[in-house]
Every structure is written in structure tokens, then in C-alpha cells.
């Protein structure tokens, strides 16, 4: 029978969604559970599965367009059925008001991380290329671009093919376009950015960047932040990375980056000072007996951070494949909400962009967020007081003061250097 296929709810705090992309057109077949759209909700691009199969008679949102929850989106007829008297007008419904957000038992991923972080460096190797696309070259090879990209590049006037990605893959990203030379001639080497894509423009907010700006804001003024820093020696976590890597990869094993060392250190120091993996409830303080690790990844359209879970049950090697996983989704738009909600500490490690130490604002109603910096190679002072070069990286950590006293979080990042310069300590 005939089936209104409307605007479900993706995320926990969604009250609209803008309509992408369609993956069907009128007339095209569809079954349960197929995915044929995509909506942008508050917090992320996702992909809308079918709840009825048959054959899509009309659409009635077109892409770009927003729509509130429980807005009709398209019609679903059996195969030969007729429409309904009411097809060309149907069932409508008022836009809700944005939920406000409650407190509960337990932790959800209100607010991103306070800067874009990357996840670990070798991280966009397995990373998924964009759903959308490519464009062909002038060689017959196809071009991997995201979509902002190739907008932009039609605009700039900006030939693709003597462009070097820098995204995942090598694929071509906005900031890539950007920073590419226009036109040709010898007056433009393409050694400095290219000024003529520079325009004023009024650009309005996705729902993602509407909901990570309201979000920080409430984390930034709400919650009593203190920061706390400490430098890392690296030589040792390098040296054994390396080790690991050379046996691992003759067996057809995976490559380990610097944040899988990282990411079991930190819920192992979690799991040592349990007091970090809290969140202050108003008239209590919720303690949690699963460490539940978010990793913020950049996307091409904001931020999101994926749960891993259970982390302290999981080995490096498990730790590594699931976050991989997690953010190659992420880049696909595949994540559901579900496994970005839940977390009780974030990482944002912003290493690979050669920042050497930042402090990144609280994800609520988590308590903690670690800022990893950097590896650099310095002159450091030995056991010997001898001037002699070495590695060291830099880690910040934001605490929440309601939860976490200034003694409680040093422990912790005693704790967390100790694991990191001691890294057999992580194999397990």
C-alpha cells in the first residue's frame, strides 16, 4: 500500500534536516532498509534508509531544501498501484522547536572538540575516497575531489589536474583548491596562494556549524575550564613503533600510528585515575565504569567524534582497526548516531598539522579533553647533563573543575607520560 516516506529523526537533539543529496530519483525501485538519501542533521551528513520497499512515485523535498521531523519527504507506491486522491498534497507537518538539551545518566557528544583534530597520521590511508564522483583528468585517470572542492575550482577557475591533493588518499580538499594557482603564464610560478578567489560573502550556517557554535559557546561559559600541560620523551614510543610496524607489516599485518599508542595510553591512565571519567550531574557527580573514548575527526563539513566503545577492554590493535573504521565512515557520511554519542574522554590531536601544544574546550557532559601535539625533534639535557638531540611532544589536558581537581588531573597526565615513555607498557 501506499507509504509517505518522511523526515525521521538521526540525531538525539535534531529538529530539522536538509535534504543533500537523493540517491533515487521518481521511478526507481527501492527496498527496506536501502539507502536513498542523504540529510544533514545537527551533527552530521547521514545516509536515510527506506522503512518500505516498492517503487518512489513523487518527491517532494528537493535537494538543498530543509525539512522538520516528520515532514513528508517522497511517496512509496507498491509496484502497479495507484496513487492516493491526496498525492500531490501531502500530509504536512509544523517545524518543531529545538530540544534543549537534559541532563542524564549518561554521556551523550553534545559539543565537538574545540579545533578539528586529525585522526592518527597513517589514518587517511584507510580512509574511504568521497562518495561523490571524481572528475576526469586530461590523462583518462580520475580525479579524487570533494564536492566543496570541485564547486570551488569551477568558480576559481582552477584546473584540477595541476592540483596536489592533500586530503585522505591524496584527494583534493577545499584548502588544496584554495592555495592553487589561477590562470598560466609566467608572472604566476604558483610559489604564493593565489588572491583572486577572495571575496566578501555571507555564508550561512550548515546545521552542523549552527550546532558545534552554540555548543562550544555553552561549553566555553558554562563550565569552569583549567588547563594543565606536560612534555612527553617520545624517543623510546618511536623506537618501538617502529619495531612493531617492521614485524607487523611482514606479517600482513596493519602500520600503527603515534594515536594508537596514544589512544591505549590514555584509557589505561584512565582506567588508573578513574576520577577523569566523570560528568558532573548539578547535584552529583556520574561516575562511569566503561572508558568510552571519543576521537574528533575532521570532515569536509565540520567535526565529529566517534565512540570507541569499551576502550579499555580493546588492545592497540583493536583500538587502531575500530578507529580507522570509524573515521573512514565518518568521511563517507555512514556513521549513525549511536556511535557518536556516549563518550566520557576525548582525544584531538592535531599532531599532523605540526601544532606544537593547543588547548582544545571541554566536549560535554565529559569532564576531560587531551590536546596531543606535535612529535619535534630538540636538543633535550641527558641523565649525563649532556646537550644531545631527542623527540618530545607536547600534551595538553582541559578538565572540567567541578569534577577534576588540579592534583587529580596532574596524576592523570603523570600517568599518561609514564605509559608513552614506557610504551612496552601498552602492549598487551
Not at 566578501?200 to 550548515?206: F, I, K
Not at 556549524?209 to 620523551?233: C, G
Not at 590531536?349 to 630538540?378: C, E, H, M, R
Request: charged content about 20%.
Amino acid at each position: 500500500m501506499a507509504a509517505y516516506v518522511t523526515m525521521p529523526k538521526l540525531s538525539d537533539t535534531m529538529s530539522e534536516g536538509t535534504l543533500v543529496k537523493w540517491l533515487k530519483k521518481e521511478g526507481d525501485a527501492v527496498s527496506m532498509d536501502e539507502e536513498i538519501a542523504e540529510v544533514e542533521t545537527d551533527k552530521a551528513t547521514m545516509a536515510m534508509p527506506s522503512f518500505d520497499e516498492g517503487i518512489i512515485h513523487k518527491i517532494y523535498v528537493q535537494e538543498g531544501q530543509s525539512a522538520p521531523l516528520g515532514a513528508t519527504l517522497a511517496l512509496v507506491l507498491e509496484d502497479g498501484e495507484e496513487p492516493p486522491a491526496d498525492a500531490d498534497n501531502p500530509p504536512t507537518v509544523e517545524a518543531a522547536p529545538a530540544e534543549e538539551p537534559a541532563a542524564e545518566a549518561a554521556p551523550a557528544e553534545e559539543a565537538p572538540a574545540a579545533a578539528p583534530a586529525t585522526p592518527a597520521p597513517a589514518a587517511p590511508a584507510a580512509a574511504s575516497a568521497s562518495t561523490s564522483t571524481p572528475a576526469p583528468s586530461a590523462g583518462g585517470k580520475r580525479i579524487k575531489a570533494s564536492p566543496i572542492a570541485r564547486k570551488l575550482a569551477a568558480e576559481l577557475g582552477v584546473d584540477l589536474t595541476r592540483v596536489r591533493g592533500t586530503g585522505p588518499g591524496g584527494r583534493i580538499v577545499k584548502e588544496d583548491v584554495e592555495f592553487a594557482p589561477v590562470g598560466g603564464g609566467g608572472s604566476n610560478l604558483g610559489l604564493l596562494p593565489s588572491t583572486d578567489g577572495l571575496t566578501d560573502e555571507n555564508v550561512p550556517l550548515t546545521g552542523m556549524r549552527r550546532v558545534i557554535a552554540q555548543r562550544l559557546l555553552e561549553s566555553k561559559t558554562t563550565v569552569p575550564h583549567f588547563y594543565l600541560n606536560i612534555e612527553v620523551d617520545t624517543e623510546p614510543l618511536m623506537e618501538l613503533r617502529a619495531k612493531v610496524n617492521e614485524a607487523s607489516l611482514a606479517n600482513g599485518g596493519p602500520k600503527y600510528t603515534v594515536n594508537d599508542f596514544v589512544m591505549r595510553a590514555t584509557v589505561l591512565a584512565t582506567v588508573a585515575v578513574p576520577e577523569v571519567n566523570a560528568s558532573f550531574m548539578g547535584d552529583s557527580i556520574q561516575h562511569y565504569s566503561d572508558v568510552n573514548l571519543s576521537i574528533a575527526v575532521a570532515i569536509d563539513d565540520g567535526l565529529v567524534t566517534p565512540v570507541i566503545n569499551g576502550a579499555q577492554n580493546k588492545s592497540i590493535l583493536e583500538l587502531s582497526a575500530e578507529i580507522k573504521e570509524l573515521a573512514g565512515r565518518a568521511r563517507d557520511k555512514k556513521l549513525t548516531p549511536d556511535e557518536m554519542q556516549g563518550g566520557t574522554i576525548t582525544i584531538s590531536n592535531l599532531g599532523a598539522y605540526g601544532v606544537g601544544n593547543f588547548d582544545a574546550i571541554i566536549n560535554p557532559p565529559q569532564s576531560a579533553i587531551l590536546s596531543i601535539g606535535t612529535i619535534s625533534k630538540q636538543p633535550v639535557v641527558n641523565a649525563a647533563n649532556q646537550i644531545v638531540p631527542g623527540q618530545r611532544m607536547w600534551i595538553g589536558m582541559s578538565c572540567d573543575h567541578r569534577v577534576i581537581d588540579g592534583a587529580v588531573g596532574a596524576t592523570f597526565l603523570a600517568k599518561l607520560k609514564n605509559f608513552l615513555e614506557n610504551p612496552f607498557l601498552l602492549i598487551s
